[in-house]
Nanobody, 122 residues
Framework: QVQVVESGGGLVQAGGSLRLSCAAS????????TGWYRQAPGPQRELVAA???????NYVDSVKGRFTISLDNAKNTAYLQMNSLKPEDTAVYYC????????????????WGQGTQVTVSS
């Protein structure tokens, strides 16, 4: 099995910074992609940023230039550095990891963390 644990959320004033961490553990041969999603009150979960195991990244337009996603393959840990935070960034942030559990397998499996709350006050 694979466990995904997020940390680093909290309360910050507008203009401040937070760094989220996403640690994956368990039987992991390769991390294919890691994505940070957020969900404000309501049903929709939005992809904020994603990174592949090779380091290719993409961001939603609203965070470009403010957020940076990175990956430490040795630690199976991804980070989301969030700068110049705005009240509209307030949400629960979830990490999703797509992994190949066994080196000879062709199957990739998706796992979610439990989420971490980010609150930005004006």
């Amino acid at each position: 099995q694979v466990q995904v644990v997020e940390s680093g959320g909290g309360l910050v004033q507008a203009g401040g910074s937070l760094r989220l961490s996403c640690a994956a553990s368990g039987t992991i041969a390769e991390i294919k992609t890691t994505g940070w999603y957020r969900q404000a009150p309501g049903p929709q979960r939005e992809l904020v940023a994603a990174i592949t195991g090779e380091g290719s990244t993409n961001y939603v337009d609203s965070v470009k230039g403010r957020f940076t996603i990175s990956l430490d393959n040795a630690k199976n840990t991804a980070y989301l550095q969030m700068n110049s935070l705005k009240p509209e960034d307030t949400a629960v942030y979830y990490c999703n990891v797509v992994v190949k559990r066994f080196s000879l397998s062709t199957i990739s499996t998706s796992y979610w963390g439990q989420g971490t709350q980010v609150t930005v006050s004006s």
